[in-house]
C-alpha cells in the first residue's frame, strides 16, 4: 500500500499482530501522531530515521529496534539520501484495516506517489475511525 507518500507491505495481518514493511523515502515519515489502541514497534532493515517520541529525537539505522506504547505522541521521518526499510509491528491488529482503507495499492516498479496535502481532510478522519489521533496542526 502506498500512504502518505511511503509504501507498506503487508507480510501478516490479523486481529493479534500487524507485521509490515515499510519503505521511507527521503524526507517522508508520518506527521506526529499517537495510537490510542494499538502499541508499536520499528526494527529498521536498512537506511536511518529520525525517531520522535514524546518531543525526544532519536537517529536510528539499519539493526535499530524502537518500542513505541500506545498513547506516545510520535513520528519519523528518513533524514537519508537512500530509501529508509523497517520492519513495523503494531499489536493488536487492527491498524491494518487503516493501512487497506486509508492505502492506494502500490503498482509494482513504481515509487509511491508524494503526499497530497488535499488528501489531509481524508486521511484525518479515518484515523479517528481507527483510534489514531494527529496532532492539531500537524501536515504530512
Not at 2 to 12: H, I
Not at 98 to 115: C, K, L, V, Y
Amino acid at each position: 500500500m502506498w500512504l502518505v507518500g511511503d509504501t507498506y507491505t503487508f507480510k501478516a495481518t490479523g486481529d493479534a499482530f500487524l507485521l509490515m514493511e515499510a519503505s521511507v523515502p527521503p524526507g517522508g515519515g508520518p506527521p506526529p501522531h499517537a495510537h490510542s489502541r494499538e502499541d508499536e514497534a520499528f526494527y529498521l532493515l536498512g537506511g536511518v530515521l529520525d525517531v520522535t517520541a514524546d518531543g525526544e529525537t532519536t537517529r536510528v539505522a539499519a539493526g535499530d529496534f524502537v518500542f513505541l506504547p500506545r498513547g506516545t505522541v510520535h513520528s519519523f521521518r528518513n533524514p537519508g539520501v537512500a530509501a529508509a526499510r523497517a520492519l513495523v509491528l503494531a499489536t493488536p491488529g487492527g491498524l491494518g484495516r487503516f493501512f487497506a482503507e486509508a492505502g492506494t495499492p502500490a503498482r509494482p516498479g513504481e515509487p509511491a506517489p508524494p503526499f497530497d496535502p488535499a488528501d489531509f481532510p481524508r486521511l484525518a478522519g479515518l484515523s479517528a475511525k481507527y483510534g489514531v489521533e494527529v496532532l492539531e496542526g500537524s501536515t504530512v
